[in-house]
């Protein structure tokens, strides 16, 4: 039997709802800003980089600089921003 890392797998699970509640028991954020950072549109401050890596167990500078370090969960969501945006064109095409 192999060991299977499990700690990507919980990541991954987290709803943007989950990491906001969790990094305001830390310090207070506002939802948008989670968001923002989820789907690539603002990059977190070093210190709200530090608090997301003991929430999601994502290294911070992965947080801070996710072109360079492969984060999951700013993978998953700005995926899901460029799919919804491709449904709006459509939509719009379609018109």
């Not at 947080?63 to 459509?90: G, H, M, R, V």
């Amino acid at each position: 039997m192999t060991n299977i890392d499990t700690s990507s797998i919980i990541v991954v699970m987290m709803t943007i709802k989950d990491i906001y509640v969790a990094i305001n028991k830390i310090s207070p954020v506002h939802y948008d800003t989670i968001v923002k950072i989820l789907r690539r549109k603002r990059r977190p401050s070093p210190e709200l980089a530090k608090n997301l890596e003991k929430v999601t167990n994502i290294p911070r500078l992965a947080w801070l600089y996710p072109d360079e370090y492969y984060n999951p969960l700013i993978a998953q969501y700005s995926k899901k921003e460029k799919q919804n945006k491709s449904k709006k064109e459509q939509k719009l095409d379609n018109g």
